[in-house]
T-cell receptor, first 114, second 117 residues
Framework: AQKVTQAQTEISVVEKEDVTLDCVYETRDTTYYLFWYKQPPSGELVFLIRRNSFDEQNEISGRYSWNFQKSTSSFNFTITASQVVDSAVYFCALSENRDDKIIFGKGTRLHILP | DAGVIQSPRHEVTEMGQEVTLRCKPISGHNSLFWYRQTMMRGLELLIYFNNNVPIDDSGMPEDRFSAKMPNASFSTLKIQPSEPRDSAVYFC???????????????FGPGTRLTVT
């Protein structure tokens, strides 16, 4: 079973719009970690955030915010007032307590149109 | 601070040749991961090391692939013989693993784009 599902394969929005990237995960562990990574057109993978399963507080960092809801096994990522530089592939990922591996979703390709 | 360093950045080789990819993790990190990224399969974990010891190599495609970590600051991924289907971007990543069950984020190198003709 796929452990991290990013149902949105590709999204296009006009600059300055808000956009939310969905992430649904599956695990039987009570302790786990969730991550978001950004892969811009240049190709590198950039770490954005890490959240552990015991911390359901939403996080805000500038125009970025994350909504973690254990009840729905979701860890969604919102970009407010999007900019062209936000165009990238965004990966949601999960690490279960049993090992150090990070399981990546398939990614969502985000296009911000000028 | 230096991030994860990978070399070469690009490699073009002919089918049947041996290819060696190199990685230097971030100083102080004790876990190292090798990934492969293709359009068809996405980002796949090939193998990871903890304290220089291979922990899980279940993602290594076949015997043509091998990886080593002779010390805390260097790892190699070797493909011998290479095949066109090995064409992909290979990423190395490192993280700090305290051994308490806590998982910290991985930091990725810039990747090696491998083309096998």
């Amino acid at each position: 079973a796929q452990k991290v599902t990013q149902a949105q394969t590709e999204i296009s929005v006009v600059e300055k719009e808000d956009v939310t990237l969905d992430c649904v995960y599956e695990t039987r562990d009570t302790t786990y970690y969730l991550f978001w990574y950004k892969q811009p057109p240049s190709g590198e993978l950039v770490f954005l955030i890490r959240r552990n399963s015991f911390d359901e507080q939403n996080e805000i960092s500038g125009r970025y915010s994350w909504n973690f809801q254990k009840s729905t096994s979701s860890f969604n990522f919102t970009i407010t007032a999007s900019q062209v530089v936000d165009s990238a592939v965004y990966f949601c990922a999960l690490s279960e307590n049993r090992d150090d591996k990070i399981i990546f979703g398939k990614g969502t390709r985000l296009h911000i149109l000028p | 601070d230096a991030g994860v360093i990978q070399s070469p950045r690009h490699e073009v080789t002919e089918m049947g040749q041996e290819v060696t990819l190199r990685c230097k993790p971030i100083s102080g990190h004790n876990s190292l991961f090798w990934y492969r990224q293709t359009m068809m399969r996405g980002l796949e974990l090939l193998i990871y090391f903890n304290n220089n010891v291979p922990i899980d190599d279940s993602g290594m495609p076949e015997d043509r692939f091998s990886a080593k970590m002779p010390n805390a600051s260097f790892s190699t991924l070797k493909i011998q013989p290479s095949e066109p289907r090995d064409s992909a971007v290979y990423f190395c990543a490192s993280s700090y693993t305290p051994g308490t069950g806590t998982t910290y984020e991985q930091y990725f190198g810039p990747g090696t784009r491998l083309t096998v003709t």
